[in-house]
């Protein structure tokens, strides 16, 4: 199904941003915010490169469990010293293992290669004719979602986030079988649900006077934020979601899938 409108996106340039995350023009971006049509394109792209990450990416990478085990030091001295290693080599499980010291509270004992990258300041400044001020450029902005991977003993659901349009994310999720030969057809039509975490807020006496303070445990309102559903293809999109913290509900054809705690951030 292709678009008529003049000014929606080619696939090239809907490639790009899906598999590079190369942005598109604003004009573009706005386009796609609203039309179905390109989402549905944006989201054939983007389904079928998590289909190969999911099989053929990172297949020799340690599991996120062992990664979570490597971060509270329950492995072996030779499990320990052979993660280290692989760290040093791989900027993603890098990544993965420096946001979890960081939930954690626990500093990164390594130079992260993905968070030490510097930000692109190639030609960042720009001189003004007539003038001694300069413009400066918006620094690249990067987006993150935490945890990414869930899994349990029948499904897979990974989840990746983009710039979108008016300051919001775009996130997109794939549902895959675990240990069946059924694809992600199956659960076309599951709908999928976001809340967005409410900081609790308690009240507390002193001299008299009361001091309102956040408390540290988030809650979530009756009603979801926002919901969508799942394509024959096995995959969500939420096309404008704001930053913070979520809880995402999926309502599997025999049992539902809780994420709680999933944090959607801009780095730069």
């Known amino acids: 199904m292709d678009c008529l409108c003049l000014v ?11 598999l590079d995350g190369e942005a598109l023009s604003p004009t573009a971006m706005e386009h796609l915010a609203d039309c179905s049509v390109c989402q549905q394109r944006l989201n054939r792209y983007i389904t079928a490169n998590d289909v190969l990450l999911t099989h053929l990416y990172r297949c020799q990478c340690p599991s996120m469990t062992t990664l979570s085990y490597y971060c509270i030091g329950v492995l072996s001295a ?12 791989c900027p993603l499980c890098a990544d993965n293992v420096a946001e979890t010291y960081r939930f954690l509270n626990t500093p990164v004992p390594f ?15 720009e001189p003004i004719s007539c003038s001694s001020h300069v413009a400066l ?13 869930h899994q349990t003993d029948t499904v897979t659901l990974s989840l990746r986030a983009q710039p979108g349009s008016h300051n919001k994310i775009m996130l997109t999720g794939l549902l895959s079988c675990r240990n069946s030969e059924e ?12 809340y967005k975490a409410v900081p ?18 988030s809650t979530y309102p009756d009603q979801p934020l926002l919901s969508t559903r799942v394509d024959d293809q096995g995959s969500m999109l939420f ?13 599997l054809p025999e049992t539902a899938l809780v994420i709680e705690k999933l944090h959607i951030e801009v780095s730069f």
């Open 137 to 149: 450029k918006k620094p690249i902005a990067h987006v993150h979602v935490w945890p990414y991977l």
């Open 111 to 125: 130079a992260n290669p993905l968070f030490s990258l510097p930000v692109q300041l190639e030609n960042a400044i």
């Open 78 to 89: 030779h499990e320990q010293e052979k993660i280290s290693t692989h760290l040093e080599v």
């Open 239 to 251: 096309g404008a979601v704001p930053c913070g913290e979520y809880l995402m509900i999926v309502y």
């Open 183 to 194: 694809d992600g057809s199956i659960f076309t039509g599951t709908r999928v649900e976001l």
């Open 200 to 217: 609790s807020v308690g009240i507390e006496e002193s001299m008299g006077e009361h001091i309102v303070y956040a408390g540290q445990v």
């Open 8 to 18: 929606a996106p080619k696939d090239e340039d809907l490639l790009r941003y899906a």
